[in-house]
C-alpha cells in the first residue's frame, strides 16, 4: 500500500549524506530502495541492500558489526552506524500472556510496548511518544507529562522486539501505547510505511487512535490508507468530554465529529469510536441515547473500553450489566458497538495503565 513518502528527517538518505559522511542516523525503518540507495552511497553493489534490509527486519541484527556477509573491513568502517534497536528494560508477563516491556532508547528514556497474544494473532500495542501532552484524566500516561515525539526507527523497534521475543510474526499494531500519534504524524505514517512494507504487516491491521487534534483527521485522511482509524470520543456531550479530555476545549465534539465524517468522505473508510466506561459518568442510558444521536447515519462502530484502573484517580469500572445495558442501548439504536476485552490488567499493561516505570 504505498503512499505518497513525505521525506523524512530521519531518512538514512537524506541528501547530506554523501559517501564519506557515514552518520550516525539510525537505519531501522529505511525501505528496500532507502537502503540500497544508501548501500550504493558507500561504494557497494546495490545487491548489499537486500542482504541489510534481510538482516535487520529478518534476522534482527542489533549491529552492523554482526552482519557476517559484508566484509570486515567495511564492517569496521560502519562501527559507528546504529541500527536504531533498544535495549530491554524490564518485562513482564500477565496470566494471560499479555507481556509488558519496559524498553530503553539510545537517550536513556524509556517507554512502553505490550504484546498481546491470541489465538490466532499477535498485536504489538506501540507508544508514539515518550509520555504525552494530552493529560486525558483517566490516563496513566498523561499523569506523567510529555518528554519528546518518537523516531521512526524507535516505532518499528518496538514491534520487531515484540516478534522476537514471542518467536511469532506480528499479525497487528494498534498506535494506543504512550502518546498522541496525530502530534507526531509524519513520523508515525513513516513507521506505517516500514511496518507494512518491511515487516509485512497488512495494511488494514494497523490502527491508529487519536484523542482528536484540529486539521490532523483530514491531513489524515489525504494520504488514503487502508489502514483502522480509531478516534477516543469517551462522551456524549462536550460538556462531559472537556471534563475527562482537557484538549476538549480548544476542540469541540461538533467539530471533531464533523472531521471524522470528513475522514469517511475522503477514505470511504469507517471510523471506530472508542468510549471508556467511567461508572456513574458516562454509563448511563442517556448517554447511550446522545451517542447514538450523534453517530446516527455514520459510517462508524463504537468499542466500548471498561476503565482499567490507574492508582491517580478513582473513578470506577462499571458493573458487567450496567455495560451490556450500554451495549443494548447502543444496538437499540442501530450503533455497531464492541467491548474491549482488558488484557494485561494484573500487570498495568490494560490500556490506559501505561506510565514507563516498573512500580
Ligand atoms: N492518544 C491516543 C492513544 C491512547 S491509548 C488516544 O487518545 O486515542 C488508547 C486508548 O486507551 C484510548 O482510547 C484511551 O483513551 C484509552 N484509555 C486511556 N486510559 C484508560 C484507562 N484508564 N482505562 C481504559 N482505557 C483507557
Not at 549524506?17 to 537502503?35: I, K
Not at 536513556?108 to 493529560?135: D, F, Y
Not at 469507517?270 to 468510549?275: G, Q
Amino acid at each position: 500500500m504505498a503512499y505518497p513518502v513525505t521525506p523524512s528527517p530521519h531518512s538514512p538518505v537524506s541528501p547530506e549524506n554523501s559517501q564519506q559522511d557515514v552518520t550516525n542516523t539510525p537505519l531501522l525503518g529505511a525501505s528496500f530502495a532507502e537502503l540500497t540507495q544508501w548501500v550504493q552511497q558507500q561504494g557497494q553493489p546495490a545487491y548489499r541492500g537486500r542482504q541489510l534490509h534481510n538482516w535487520i527486519y529478518q534476522k534482527g541484527a542489533r549491529s552492523l558489526s554482526e552482519i557476517s556477509v559484508f566484509s570486515k573491513s567495511w564492517r569496521e568502517a560502519l562501527v559507528d552506524v546504529p541500527i536504531g534497536r533498544s535495549t530491554l528494560h524490564y518485562r513482564s508477563q500477565a496470566p494471560d500472556r499479555t507481556v509488558k516491556y519496559l524498553l530503553r532508547l539510545a537517550d536513556g528514556n524509556i517507554i512502553e510496548t505490550v504484546g498481546i497474544p491470541t489465538a490466532n494473532r499477535l498485536t504489538v500495542c506501540v507508544s508514539s511518544q515518550v509520555g504525552c501532552p494530552m493529560a486525558c484524566d483517566f490516563c496513566a500516561t498523561g499523569k506523567g507529562g510529555f518528554t519528546r515525539n518518537l523516531q521512526r526507527h524507535e516505532i518499528v523497534d518496538q514491534v520487531l522486539t515484540v516478534q522476537e521475543d514471542f518467536g511469532q510474526r506480528v499479525s497487528n499494531v494498534v498506535f494506543m501505547g504512550m502518546g498522541e500519534p496525530l502530534l507526531n504524524l509524519e513520523t508515525v505514517l513513516a513507521a506505517v510505511q516500514s511496518l507494512n512494507q518491511d515487516i509485512g504487516i497488512g495494511m488494514r491491521s494497523l490502527t491508529i487512535s487519536t484523542v482528536g487534534i484540529r486539521d490532523r483527521i483530514r491531513q489524515l485522511a489525504e494520504h488514503k490508507l487502508q489502514l483502522t482509524f480509531a478516534v477516543s470520543l469517551h462522551a456524549s456531550n462536550q460538556q462531559l468530554r472537556e471534563q475527562l479530555i482537557p484538549s476538549a476545549k480548544h476542540y469541540p465534539l461538533a467539530d471533531l465529529l464533523q472531521e471524522c465524517r470528513d475522514y469517511v468522505k475522503i477514505t470511504g473508510r469507517r471510523v471506530t469510536f472508542e468510549y471508556i466506561l467511567l461508572a456513574g459518568l458516562n454509563d448511563q442510558p442517556e448517554h447511550g441515547i446522545e451517542l447514538a444521536q450523534h453517530l446516527r447515519g455514520f459510517q462508524s462502530h463504537v468499542n466500548l473500553i471498561p476503565y482499567n484502573p490507574i492508582s491517580e484517580v478513582d473513578y470506577q469500572r462499571p458493573s458487567p450489566r450496567r455495560i451490556q445495558a450500554f451495549v443494548e442501548t447502543l444496538e437499540q439504536h442501530n450503533i455497531a458497538v464492541s467491548v474491549r476485552r482488558p488484557r494485561g490488567l494484573e500487570k498495568d499493561a490494560a490500556c490506559g495503565q501505561l506510565r514507563a516505570s516498573t512500580v
